[in-house]
């Protein structure tokens, strides 16, 4: 058997986080800055992630992805309302109702082989409008890169506005994998703004802990009408952090030179090599070549507890032996190439 590849291929929050991330949380630790973000790391931040969306964007930070998750939906929910979403969506099935409870909005998952909703199904939510018996189609949330790894290109993520505004939703995009979107897409700002702000997506969530940061994520709203309450939704759903120059120094450091798309470009070429280093295996059953930095391989299902207790990795679909490996920002070609060996060897 092979020594255990040094890092595992759990998830990309089981990563640490990167060495300029640390950096940069070690010299903001100078001395006292005013809290609540009336500090220059989070005046930069902000800025920084303006620049990124363009005049009228707004971008607010937050702890964690399901609280920008929450923030985001709380501001763009009326009351009767409901989101429709995937039966994958991480707010849908991964959020323990947080959602629910705290915005207090039904939450509709419709079925998505794909992970990916489609502008058909939006148009048949009008049917709800105006039905006193029914909640009221409010917001569309789609997750970009989605839970099962694949993407929106930017002409599906118009489209799905497009069908959302002409029947008066709004549209969330949950971000938390947004950098591994973009390097699949193309890679650049342009790439970025093709699918977000040109598309036509009224608010974002912009991950940074699963590119490298150590937490930290960003309510991004493009449609200005919808932040005007945001910064006092933040406060009232547990999200506004009182030293913000740690999360905003993290911010910074990933964004300098766009560093949080070169990472989320190497998480994704990791993935790529160990789709192509196991599909030479038989028994190792994939899908197509991954978008970005996961594949979800059916194995014989015998061999499952004994490759997870030499690295471990989740089960995805306990039903068909289905499984997750997911590559990160620190995922090595050596990491890969060990993995795969043992992988190999188990099953051979
Ligand atoms: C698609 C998606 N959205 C949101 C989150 C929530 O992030 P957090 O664990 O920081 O609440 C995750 C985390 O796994 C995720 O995969």
């Not at 120094?249 to 990472?263: D, S, V, Y």
Request: negative net charge; charged residues 15%.
């Amino acid at each position: 058997m092979p020594a255990a590849p040094p890092r595992a291929f759990a998830s990309d929050n089981a990563a640490g986080a990167h060495p300029a991330v640390i950096e940069a949380i070690v010299a903001a630790n100078e001395g006292h800055a005013l809290a609540y973000g009336s500090d220059r790391w989070t005046a930069e931040a902000e800025g920084r992630l303006g620049e990124l969306f363009g005049p009228g964007s707004e971008a607010f930070l937050v702890w964690n992805g399901t609280g920008a998750n929450v923030m985001a939906l709380a501001t763009m929910v009326h009351p009767a309302d409901f989101v429709a979403t995937t039966e994958w969506a991480h707010i849908a099935v991964d959020e323990t109702g947080a959602p629910e409870r705290i915005v207090g909005a039904k939450i509709v998952g419709l079925p998505a082989a794909d992970a990916k909703l489609r502008p058909e199904q939006i148009d048949a939510l009008d049917r709800y409008r105006g039905d006193m018996h029914h909640a009221q189609p409010g917001v569309v949330s789609i997750t970009q890169s989605t839970e099962l790894g694949t993407v929106y290109s930017a002409n599906e993520v118009a489209a799905v506005c497009e069908a959302a505004h002409r029947i008066g939703m709004v549209v969330h995009m949950d971000g938390a994998r947004l950098a591994n979107a973009t390097a699949a897409l193309g890679g650049t700002l342009a790439t970025l703004r093709s699918f977000t702000v040109d598309a036509g997506v009224d608010v974002l969530s912009f991950g940074g802990t699963k590119v490298g940061a150590v937490g930290g994520e960003a309510v991004v709203y493009l449609n200005p009408t919808l932040a005007t309450r945001a910064k006092y939704v933040r406060k009232q759903v547990n999200q506004l952090p009182s030293k913000m120059r740690f999360v905003a120094a993290q911010f910074n450091a990933l964004l300098e030179g766009n560093l949080w798309i070169e990472l989320a470009t190497h998480a994704n070429a990791m993935a790529s090599h160990l789709w192509g280093l196991t599909s030479e295996i038989p028994e190792v059953v994939l899908g197509a070549p991954p978008a970005v930095n996961s594949v979800f391989p059916i194995l014989p299902s015998e061999a499952i507890a004994p490759l997870q207790e030499w690295s471990f990795f989740w089960d995805w679909d306990a039903t068909r032996a289905q499984v997750r490996w997911m590559t990160a920002w620190d995922t090595t070609v050596a990491d890969v190439e060990q993995f795969a060996a043992g992988v190999r060897h188990l099953l051979g």
